[in-house]
Structures are given as C-alpha cells and as structure tokens.
C-alpha cells in the first residue's frame, strides 16, 4: 500500500472515504494503488454480486433492513440498479413503493448519504473514488456529486424504466411526461423566444409535451391504430402521458411490459415526428408513423426481450402470446 494511504488512514481515520473504502473492502488491507496512475481506483470485484452493498459495511438487509423488504429485485447486482445519463447517474431502485413513513424514509436519506460519496466508473467492475486523494475529501465536490444523482423512484411521477425500450427512449420519456422536454411552451416559459407556442402541427392549442404525445388530431389517429394493434381499450384524448403509463390495468397481463414499451415508443417516435415538422417541415401521415412504431419495437422484442423467437406476421398480428403459456 502506498505510504500516502497508509498515513491518512492513521491520521484522518474518520474521513469519511476512509469509512467508505473500508466498507467496500471489508478491510484496509485490500486497497490498491495502480503504479503509474494519479488517482486511486478500487475494485469492486466481482464477489460482490449482491446488491449495491460493497458500498455498506453490512450487506443491505442489516444495514438498511426496511429497503431490503422495499426493493423488488433483491439479487440485483449494482449495475442492474443504475443508468449513466448526460444529466447523471440515474438510480434505479425498483421499490416495490416508495419509502413512506419515517423509518423508511430515514433509512432512505442514509443510503443517499452513502451513494453521493461514490461515483461509478464506466467500468462495470471498478469504482472510481472520485476526489483525489492528494486533495483528500473535499465537501464541495460530494455535493456537486449529489447534484448530479437522480434517482427514478424518488421523482413524485413515479416513472417505471422499461428493460424492453432503450435508454434514450426511457430517458426522453422520464423527462416528458414531467413537460421538461423543449416544447415550444417549456421554451418560452425559460424566456426563450419561440415565436408563437402553438403546435406546429395543428396550430390549434399552446404545444405542450402532452399536446404533441397525445392531444394533438394528428397524434390520435396514431394512437387509436396502436390501440387497435394491441387490442386494448381506447383512452381519453385529453388525458396526459403519465395517466397514460401509469394505468396499466386494462392491458393483459402476458403483454404488460410490452404494451408499456410501445407507449414509450410511440411518444418517442411523436416527438421525433414533431421535429422533422419543426427543422424540416417534413410529417408523416399516421399510418407511416404506426408502421414505424411497429418495426422499431419488432427490433425491441427481438434484441430486449425473452420473445426471441417471434415471427413478424406475429407481431403484426400481435397474436404470439396467444400460444404462449
Ligand atoms: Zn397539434
């Protein structure tokens, strides 16, 4: 072990990177210092398969007993929980609920405590300790840390990600359905001139995220060939997206996961649609768009999914699960 490490070890034993690496090691012993490197990395190593829980002294279940019983996936290993975004790391918790009452909550806080002390590498099985060890632990650079984490299950809209739709799909979709994508309004209401806010489209209402998803007479013929393509109820014209994913209840239960990705998808594929009006002055009349949303999310099946082996008269026909049990 390096003679830097060893003496602020003695010296600062209650740094609070002192306490994180132990808790990651189990001791100090097992630290490394890569010869011709600035900064430290440590590795996670691969025994640690449960949880999120190199970072904790304890494993998950001891430490924060109340989130164990919370979490879905409880064999998770750390990467399953989290997705690298421009904005941040975004964790993923799958909370069978939110933490709600004081305990949990409590518990909540201690684990977000722990994780702004971390920031994961690129590298599935290294975690890079990010304040250099020269400069020792720097106050200022955990809270810009902690600015940069997001987690999905703490948002109050509760979006789910899908494991079927990609990243930039899950992204795009998390941020609309909170109106924090760069519709004409959201432009205008950061000061931005836009000119008139009126869909580009119809130019008949103000172009919020919703209206360009859902309420636009364009979109909903969209909508209702999709609809008619799952073989599920029609839905209020004026309701918003959240309502939209979030009511999952008249989807068979077999295509859940798919039915949801779709939605995502065909958000996706009305935003992008929106834009090409809006820099290209091009549109595509809904049942090109609906053939699209088809193809795309055939790809998705066939790549993301455990239907693998689904044929494409399947999917048109959206009758596969009709033969699986
Ligand atoms: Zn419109």
Known sequence: MAMLMKWRFKEEPEQLWVKVIEAIHGSRRTIKKYS??????????????EWIWILLRKPLKEEFPLLFGLAKNKRNKIHDN???SQEGILWDWSWSRLPNNSEEKSEYEGLKELLLQQSVGRDEDIWRWKNNMEKGYSVKEIRKELARIIDVNEEPNGFEWSKIATAKVNFFMWRAIEERIPSSVALNSRGMQVGSVDCKICGLAPETAN???IQCPVVREVWLQLWSWMKIPIRDHNENMKRRIQEKTEWPKKKVNIIYAIHLLAAWSLWKNRNKQVFEDTLRNPAMMVEKIKEESFDWIKLRSRHTGITWSEWRSFSYWNNVV
């Open 36 to 49: 011709g490197e600035k900064k430290h990395y440590l590795e996670s190593g691969k025994q640690s398969s």
């Open 82 to 84: 989290y997705k690298r």
């Open 211 to 213: 209206h360009i998803m």
